[in-house]
């Protein structure tokens, strides 16, 4: 069976742009694949952050996560940093990628001009990415668009390291994107993508008046001044929005009383709050019981992380071999 890798940062609670962007799709591919996930925290310091809740967006991710559906009987979910192979490897793979390559991607072209002195973490990020996918020797990745690159990148580096290593046998496999329907979710400010530094998400675990409060002033076609005026539903964000959370029978009646002025957008608004609210109740049911049992995500944590280190120990030994290092002997226990 394929194996997939997958990591996400630890922007703590999920939103429903996350949700539908990537983590939907999680949840379903564990049904057909090997699934390995990760809550990445060591690329979440390649900028300026705040590591004051650094563990706690961690957690808040990881119950984030659960309660949508990843399902750790048959994906081990894990923290990276919880396993150090990750950086051993990414520091191993310095190796065999230049600088030049680095300074290419879009990414770190565009945030590192938010630096005065750029952080180097920042301009590795895409080497301790591969490093991730690498060290499970993950065949598929699903990622964003906006990620592409780093992951083309992953496969150059592995033909580097195969040939150089390996004797061109693929010991790494290159990963292939998987890459499902563009789903640039609009914050409810219809103005950027959803995102939490924005504050124009809808949170996973809002309840249903917050969800409300939120949709209730959000962005509309402009050109919709008052009840009368007829509306434009294709420039309209929460017409979309309604594509994800209504059933179709919705969506065709949204865009009929959009069109033909038939109702206003609180109605049109409060229709989907209920639709949302309905969607998003057994997810923010298990988040509340995950909640309420302590210490329950820190060992489904552990237990992904002792399930990852296996497969990336077996990893590190042959690579480590392959690169030509003195293996480390181990003491028996009485001559120390
Ligand atoms: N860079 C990815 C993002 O920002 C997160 C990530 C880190 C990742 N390591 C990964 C995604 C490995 C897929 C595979 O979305």
């Not at 920042?122 to 668009?145: C, E, F, H, K, S």
């Not at 639709?275 to 820190?298: F, K, S």
């Not at 399930?307 to 690579?319: C, D, H, N, W």
């Amino acid at each position: 069976m394929p194996r997939i890798f997958s990591g996400i940062q630890p922007s703590g609670e999920l939103h429903i742009g996350n949700w539908l962007g990537a983590v939907q799709n999680w949840v379903t591919l564990q049904l057909s694949y090997e699934c390995v996930f990760c809550i990445v925290d060591l690329h979440a310091i390649t900028g300026k952050y705040d590591h004051e809740t650094l563990a706690q967006r961690t957690r808040e991710m990881a119950v984030g996560l659960l309660a949508c559906g990843i399902d750790p009987d048959r994906s081990p979910l894990f923290v990276q940093s919880h396993v150090a192979e990750h950086a051993e490897l990414q520091w191993l793979l310095n190796a065999v990628t230049p600088i030049g390559d680095l300074e290419r991607m879009t990414q770190f072209k565009d945030k590192s001009q938010r630096f005065e002195s750029v952080p180097a973490g920042l301009l590795n990020y895409p080497v301790l990415m591969a490093a991730d996918i690498l060290l499970y020797r993950a065949d598929l990745v699903p990622v964003g668009d906006d990620q592409i690159q780093h992951l083309e990148l992953t496969r150059d580096i592995a033909r580097k390291w195969n040939a150089e290593f390996a004797a061109g046998e693929q010991y790494f496999p290159e990963p292939q994107p998987i890459l499902t329907e563009a789903k640039r979710i609009m914050g409810l400010d219809g103005e950027a993508k959803m995102s939490k530094s924005l504050g124009n998400t809808v949170g996973l675990l809002d309840g249903p008046e917050e969800i409300w409060q939120k949709l209730r002033p959000a962005k509309t076609d402009p050109a919709r001044v008052t009840r009368k005026d007829p509306g434009n539903p294709e420039i309209c964000n929460i017409y979309h929005l309604h594509r994800y959370f209504s059933p179709p029978e919705t969506v065709a009646k949204v865009a009929d009383h959009c069109r033909g002025a038939k109702w206003g957008c609180l109605d049109c608004k409060r229709e989907l709050a209920d639709n949302m609210i309905a969607a998003l109740a057994p997810i923010r049911e298990r988040a509340l019981d995950l909640h309420t049992e302590p210490g329950r995500v820190e060992e489904i944590l552990a237990e992904g992380a002792a399930t990852a280190r296996k497969i990336a120990s077996q990893t590190m030994l042959e690579v480590r071999g392959r690169m030509g290092f003195l293996p480390a002997a181990t003491l028996c226990p009485d001559s120390r």
